[in-house]
């Protein structure tokens, strides 16, 4: 009975950091990782209600290309990109019109294998179930 609890606790101890790391450092804080070594963009989307929202994300870059991924519980902005594919993305204060495209096969796989989910960060976004999506952005 000890042990039920306790992994209870643990797992439960888990969802709270997994909701804490996802809602608030990531979705509210949206801090920047360029000085960790990979490279960032903001990316402005349109929601159906017309706000506009801005979302740090890390950008993934394959032949020229610029693709972002969604592989996180919180994946409003991706919706957002769905759903009015016109989006701003400004990279290292340059902004710039672009189209998100969804890719797939080869293509995601490119994209996937240049910014790969190993273990340290699936388990710090609470390993998503979430299939993950791929948007490359075109400029216009």
């Known amino acids: 009975m000890k042990a039920l609890k306790w992994l209870g606790g643990t797992l439960g101890l888990y969802a709270l950091f997994v ?3 996802e809602a608030g450092y990531l979705g509210y804080a949206q801090p ?7 490279p ?54 340059v902004r710039s019109a672009r189209r998100a495209v969804p890719v797939e096969g080869p293509e995601f796989q490119n994209a996937a294998e240049a ?14 179930l979430l299939e993950r999506q791929i948007l490359r952005l075109d400029e216009v």
């Open 32 to 38: 920047s990782f360029e000085d960790s070594g990979i």
């Open 40 to 93: 960032m963009l903001v990316l402005t989307t349109t929601t159906t209600s017309g706000e506009t929202q801005n979302t740090m994300l890390a950008r993934i870059t394959v032949d020229e290309k610029i693709y972002v991924s969604a592989h996180h519980w919180s994946r409003g902005w991706h919706s957002n990109a769905i759903e009015n594919p016109d989006v701003l993305v400004t990279i290292e204060g």
């Open 115 to 128: 910014l790969p989910l190993n273990f340290p960060v699936r388990l710090l976004m609470g390993f998503p």
């Open 19 to 21: 909701v804490i790391f």
